[in-house]
């Protein structure tokens, strides 16, 4: 039986005058369709039974520093009944779990704790409304930013969710500059074109006019449209996007940084079963600033992780004396540290943004 996803992209190429989609489109159906989309499917994504672990997945730890920077953050920067914390991107809620323990091991009241969540897929706001249904901080769960009642002050995070972003691939090979696009190929199999860039996109040819020959470059410009929708909904507070990253000048010169996922391994055709697999890219942090500065939202900090953690406070966390059973509680704290902070581990590949809007904060002024 043929994929009834590639069958609607097929169509879709069908039907373009051009005989082909932008890599963009067939990314955002192959992850987003409302029926066959990845992240629309009825089954576990996260974790050892899916295909992908997140800092969450870690111990608990990550939420926990998580939870208690957020809690200095409301004392400093907000008045009780007038705040609250929302995750972007929330799967099925662990780490929402987390940081809301680390709130309230930090001080904060579950009553006056407002955690909302956002996440598109139902199958995880289901998981999420179970994984949370019993706790004493209060979640609500919503498919969308702009359903969240207005706030005084927000403190709004995303673990891993601008990865996902649909991203338009450039590069530019023999002088000229090309952008990738899905056409249909032998046997009813996609395949992809190289075509050179048109003029009716500012933000690609930007961009492009700084590739030098063979660099290549992912620009996720829904990214752009969610941080527009963020600091259209903020009032006044602090967006936090954590993700693996890095610049444009270095990511540029990876030639590419695209790759699917299915049980935790690598799959080499991403276009071979689009809903079946995820997709995801490396974190083009420059652009963030760019776009965020350019919607209000003013850079404050850009960090690694393990620099974040470590300012964060995760050593604080770590036991009193070194244990000697390694398969004691202690030594799986740890290791877990270790896999969070280390250069070789998650510490240098993931990167922390801070961004804040409304607040009288100075870039690189002690927010920890």
């Known amino acids: 039986m043929e994929n009834p996803l590639l069958a609607e992209i097929l169509k879709q190429i069908e039907e373009s005058p051009e005989g082909r989609i932008p890599f963009a489109q067939y990314m955002e159906l192959a992850l987003y369709h409302p029926e066959w989309g990845y992240y629309q499917r009825d089954r576990v994504k996260l974790g050892r039974e899916g295909d992908f672990f997140t800092n969450a997945h870690v111990g ?10 957020y809690a200095k953050w409301i004392r400093r920067f907000a008045s009780v009944g007038e ?12 780490l929402a779990e987390q940081v809301g323990k680390g709130l309230c091991d930090a001080g904060i009241p579950p009553e006056q704790i407002r955690f909302h969540l956002v996440e598109i897929s139902p199958f995880h706001r289901q998981s999420a409304r179970e994984r949370l249904a019993a ?14 009642p207005p706030v005084k002050v927000a403190f709004i995070y995303s673990n891993e969710l601008v990865d996902a972003f649909p991203v338009h691939r450039i590069k530019k090979d023999g002088g000229l ?18 075509i050179p860039l048109g003029t009716d996109s500012a933000d690609l040819l930007k961009l492009g006019s700084d590739l030098r020959d063979g660099e290549m470059l992912e620009v996720p410009l829904a990214a752009r449209g969610w941080l527009q929708e963020v600091a259209r909904w903020l009032n006044e507070g602090i967006l936090v996007t954590i ?20 049980k935790h391994r690598v799959i080499p055709d991403i276009l071979e079963t689009p809903g079946e697999i995820d997709l995801t890219c490396d974190v083009n942090f420059s652009l963030l600033e760019e776009w965020g500065e350019s919607e209000g939202l003013m850079m404050v900090a850009n960090l690694t992780q393990a620099e ?11 036991p009193a004396a070194v244990p000697t059973d390694p398969f004691s509680p ?8 270790k896999q969070l902070i280390h250069p070789q581990a998650m510490g240098e590949s993931f990167r922390i943004l801070i961004q804040s ?7 690189g002024q002690n927010l920890f």
């Open 357 to 363: 809007k409304g607040l009288e904060i100075n870039r």
């Open 330 to 337: 202690e030594a799986k704290r740890v290791r877990a540290i």
């Open 243 to 262: 993700d693996y990253g890095a610049s444009t000048r270095v990511l540029k010169q990876k030639k590419g940084t695209l790759r699917g996922y299915r």
């Open 83 to 94: 705040w609250a914390v929302v995750e972007m991107g929330a799967g099925d809620g662990r």
């Open 60 to 69: 608990e730890l990550y939420g926990l520093v998580l939870g208690r920077l």
């Open 135 to 148: 706790l004493p901080v209060s979640y609500c769960i919503h498919r969308r930013l702009p359903e969240i």
């Open 308 to 318: 974040f953690l470590l300012q964060s406070g995760i050593a604080g966390l770590l």
């Open 177 to 194: 500059l090309l952008e990738s696009w899905v056409s249909k190929g032998e046997d009813r199999k996609l395949a992809e074109k190289w």
